[in-house]
Structures are given as structure tokens and as C-alpha cells.
């Protein structure tokens, strides 16, 4: 079994993934939205996690706290089914076998949903080096994708079906560098 976060079609068209070894790998497709776009699945894979991660620690098994089910609805997920599972691993191991809170799932500022800002801050998205006349479709692609995501990298990645590390890679093979600019 294989799994990615790439479009392998398109890594494949841009010469950046063997088509010989997509044919051998490409069995049985499966397409699995983000957990992020499954918000019914967060509470139910967290408690799987709960009651098989304390069992492989040597930990007593603690219950999830209603905050922290709210915080955990709350969260974007960015890191996927995998950042649930080791905020929930984490969570077991610095609880102390009480109930989970927020703290302990260490979620951060994202834990608490904030209100909107009334003006985004400005991003601008500029060439790395000297340009041409040419331009790159790939260049188009992730250009466009961090115009629609207000420069949030991790939700531009996330629209391209990519990870945030390689939209970095792409956006440093392309030339594209953020240039973030403060709120006024």
C-alpha cells in the first residue's frame, strides 16, 4: 500500500515521478479527502486513537473533555488524519490520566476560533530572480492558488492537492517568493 498527497498525473506530466513506476504502484486507486473536508470523522478517529495509543504507551487511557472535542472540531487539520493522531498521542501522555483538555492537545491559538480580521494582510507574490517573456504554467498555477488562499501557503497546498513542503519546493523552483507585508 502507497499513499500521497500529490497529483500523480500531473507529477508525472511534469517529469517529477516515473510513469513505469506509477503503473506498478497504481493497483486500486483510492481518492480520500482531507480530514479537514470530513469534520464528521475528527471525533471518531480521535477516539480510536485514545484507545489504542494509551495501550501501546503503558498509559492510562484519559476520556476527551467536551472543550477539547470543540477544539479539535476547530482545528484545520493542515497536517491531515496524521496531526490528529499525534495531537491525541501527545494529549495521552502529558494529561496525567485526567480528562483532556484543550492545553494538553497543544492546538495553540487555533484551538480558540477567532473572529475574522476585517482586512487581510496584504500579500504579494514576486519573482524570485530576473524574468522572461516566458511563463512557466506551473509558475500560473501556484501563483493563482496563493492569490485564492490570501498567501496561506498551507491552504494554497492544500487546494493544489500538495503539501505545504512541496508547494516550498515548487514555488522555489519557479522562482516565486512571498513577500509578506504588515496589517496597517
Given at each position: 500500500?502507497?499513499?500521497?498527497?500529490?497529483?500523480?498525473?500531473?507529477?508525472?506530466?511534469?517529469?517529477?515521478?516515473?510513469?513505469?513506476?506509477?503503473?506498478?504502484?497504481?493497483?486500486?486507486?483510492?481518492?480520500?479527502?482531507?480530514?479537514?473536508?470530513?469534520?464528521?470523522?475528527?471525533?471518531?478517529?480521535?477516539?480510536?486513537?485514545?484507545?489504542?495509543?494509551?495501550?501501546?504507551?503503558g498509559v492510562v487511557a484519559p476520556s476527551?473533555?467536551?472543550?477539547?472535542?470543540?477544539?479539535?472540531?476547530?482545528?484545520?487539520?493542515?497536517?491531515?488524519?496524521?496531526?490528529?493522531?499525534?495531537?491525541?498521542?501527545?494529549?495521552?501522555?502529558?494529561?496525567?490520566?485526567?480528562?483532556?483538555?484543550?492545553?494538553?492537545?497543544?492546538?495553540?491559538?487555533?484551538?480558540?476560533?477567532?473572529?475574522?480580521?476585517?482586512?487581510?494582510?496584504?500579500?504579494?507574490?514576486?519573482?524570485?530572480?530576473?524574468?522572461?517573456?516566458?511563463?512557466?504554467?506551473?509558475?500560473?498555477?501556484?501563483?493563482?492558488?496563493?492569490?485564492?488562499?490570501?498567501?496561506?501557503?498551507?491552504?494554497?497546498?492544500?487546494?493544489?492537492?500538495?503539501?505545504?513542503?512541496?508547494?516550498?519546493?515548487?514555488?522555489?523552483?519557479?522562482?516565486?517568493?512571498?513577500?509578506?507585508?504588515?496589517?496597517?
Amino acid at each position: 500500500m502507497s499513499a500521497t498527497n500529490t497529483d500523480l498525473t500531473r507529477a508525472i506530466a511534469d517529469g517529477t515521478f516515473r510513469e513505469d513506476l506509477f503503473f506498478r504502484l497504481n493497483v486500486i486507486e483510492l481518492q480520500i479527502p482531507p480530514i479537514a473536508d470530513r469534520p464528521d470523522d475528527i471525533l471518531p478517529l480521535a477516539e480510536h486513537f485514545l484507545a489504542t495509543l494509551p495501550r501501546e504507551e503503558g498509559v492510562v487511557a484519559p476520556s476527551l473533555g467536551e472543550p477539547a472535542r470543540d477544539a479539535l472540531l476547530q482545528h484545520e487539520w493542515p497536517g491531515n488524519v496524521r496531526e490528529l493522531q499525534n495531537r491525541i498521542h501527545r494529549a495521552t501522555l502529558v494529561c496525567g490520566g485526567k480528562a483532556i483538555t484543550p492545553e494538553h492537545l497543544g492546538l495553540g491559538a487555533a484551538t480558540v476560533p477567532s473572529p475574522q480580521p476585517t482586512r487581510a494582510a496584504p500579500v504579494a507574490v514576486r519573482p524570485a530572480g530576473p524574468t522572461s517573456d516566458h511563463v512557466d504554467p506551473d509558475r500560473a498555477v501556484i501563483e493563482d492558488a496563493l492569490v485564492r488562499a490570501g498567501g496561506i501557503v498551507s491552504k494554497a497546498a492544500a487546494d493544489m492537492g500538495v503539501s505545504r513542503q512541496a508547494l516550498y519546493r515548487r514555488m522555489e523552483r519557479v522562482g516565486i517568493v512571498l513577500e509578506r507585508r504588515p496589517k496597517v
